[in-house]
């Protein structure tokens, strides 16, 4: 992909938007007029003020023509977006990295609804790091360590890494204890995910994911387990733990979706990335993070303290 002409402003990349290969528009302004109609003044504003360019740079006009497959590039206008209440923490820094500690119910990236209010944009504006990238992700609901790399230089190597699974992670959950379920346990299944569904799934299959599960402490009911994944499938700890019997405390999405509003932050996933640990592909050195966070114990009502 071709370098952005316009760089990152206010925390957030520039959007790209590629011209069908053909079509009956006159001028490129055309073409975004239908298909943006909600965002018409505002697309005829930033034109006129020069924001809308081509792959080169040069500025979008009025009369710009239609260019078939040809990109241009324009800040579209974040969404209002009522701030997350909890902050993030850093960990560690150098010339490549930077490993924070990330609370419940904050994206890691920019998506859907939540684009100012992810860590990503959050820490582009608070440490004016602009090439600043993720060099794995973490649901908005688990909480933990997250690694970014700092400048555009080092993320093939660290992106890599983690595709690779040359990091050992290991994570902590709350759920409820069943003294039935004999740990520690390996858990393997096949899981998919297809596109536009919220749920992942366990299906029939050669499994293509493995986590292993194991109980730290018990407390009223409820248990403490560590979890180590040697696979990355999405929600994959949450379908292993489900497939257990033994949900993890706060998952709206397993074994049954509920729904939660946006501003609830009474009763949060009890997941945690606890452990990342790699021989650092630039120096070589063995790396190794633990968050500082704890989960919070359900009380009474099942629910529990806010992160």
């Keep these: 992909m071709s370098r952005s002409p316009l760089p990152v402003r206010d925390g957030l990349n520039p959007s790209r938007i590629r011209q069908p290969d053909d079509g009956m528009w006159t001028t490129t302004l055309d073409y975004l007029l239908e298909r943006f109609p909600q965002d018409a003044v505002r697309l005829r504003e930033k034109v006129a003020a020069g924001e809308v360019v ?19 590039y324009l800040y579209r206008d974040p969404p209002v977006e009522t701030r997350v209440p909890f902050e993030i923490d ?28 992810s860590a990503l944009v959050r820490l582009r504006r608070d440490l004016e790091l602009p090439e600043l990238s993720p060099a794995h992700r973490l649901d908005r609901v688990t909480a933990g360590l997250l690694l970014f790399t700092v400048h555009q230089a080092a993320r093939r190597d660290y ?6 699974r040359r990091v050992a992670k290991e994570y902590e959950a709350i759920a409820r204890h069943d003294a039935q379920v004999s740990t520690p346990v390996v858990v393997r299944s096949r899981i998919v995910k297809e596109r536009g569904v919220l749920k992942a799934a366990e299906i029939e299959g050669e499994p293509n994911s493995e986590s292993r599960i194991e109980l730290i402490e018990t407390r009223d009911g409820f248990a403490r387990y560590r979890l180590t994944p040697h696979t990355g499938k999405t929600h994959q ?27 609830d932050y009474s009763n949060p996933l ?13 120096t070589g050195r063995l790396q190794r993070f633990e968050s500082r966070r704890t989960l919070s114990w359900p ?3 099942g629910r529990g303290d806010s992160p």
């Design 237 to 263: 700890l949450r379908l292993h733990m489900t497939s257990l019997g033994l949900p993890i405390h706060g998952d709206n999405f397993y074994p049954d979706f509920y729904d939660v509003a946006a501003e």
């Design 299 to 301: 009380d009474e009502s």
């Design 54 to 72: 081509d792959e080169k740079g040069v500025g979008i006009t009025e009369t710009s023509a239609f260019a078939p497959r040809r990109f241009v």
């Design 159 to 164: 992106q890599t890494m983690f595709a690779e």
């Design 270 to 282: 009890r997941l945690l990335s606890k452990v990342l640990e790699f021989e650092d592909p630039k």
């Design 90 to 117: 850093i960990l560690y820094r150098d010339e490549n990295i930077l490993v924070v500690d990330k609370p419940h119910f904050l994206a890691s990236t920019p998506r859907g609804r939540y684009i100012a209010e």
